[in-house]
């Protein structure tokens, strides 16, 4: 396997002290894809720590509060543990960006999905537990996976399977980034004729259809 590069590392130094709420944004359509979004979108790692980590988990509904502050009790306990799980989940994060990216368009493409199924089964490998159905406490079912051993090493596995499900349903060529060169962000394009261009009509898609319309005003005016 071919070691994948980080993308974007910016400094901790300058990460801006923003709500935890507006930084979570799920646009992807796809868990795994919003995940990937967490890197770099606002020009700096969402996931800055073992916490904002565990705040995402949450946000996305994959643990639950109780699970959540069980593994940040756990974290405290053992702060390395939490480090390395916070490093490997950037580790799995920057190949399933290079998947979103790169895995239909480029001539390397094959081998970014080899590498992308490298990572899916270590993350899947390294896991014992139990598969469980749970009942949640709004009334709906969600599937669970109850680790056996480290607390930490099951964390990662509804990303990677959302993964290897967009391999299996053959969905990367619908995988798209925004089209805004400016975010970073990428999304499954459900629609339709599958034209979807913008991650988010209320931010990049506004952005751009204001720009129009300045332009147009301009040209008017000449
Ligand atoms: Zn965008």
Redesign the pocket.
Known sequence: MTAIPALHTPPTAFTPALPRERAFVFVGERLWLDFVNTDSVRAYDVLRDFDALMSWFEAAALVDGERSQGMRRRAREQPSGAMATLVDARRVRAALRLLAERGTTTGSADQVRMDALGEINRVLGRSAGTRRLERRSDGTYARTFVPVGDAFAGLMIPIVESAADALILGELQRVRR???SR?G?VFYDSTKNGRRR???MA??GNRAKAARHRKKLRESAD
Do not use: E, K, S
């Open positions: 925004c089209a805004d975010c962000r913008w991650c988010d931010t990049c």
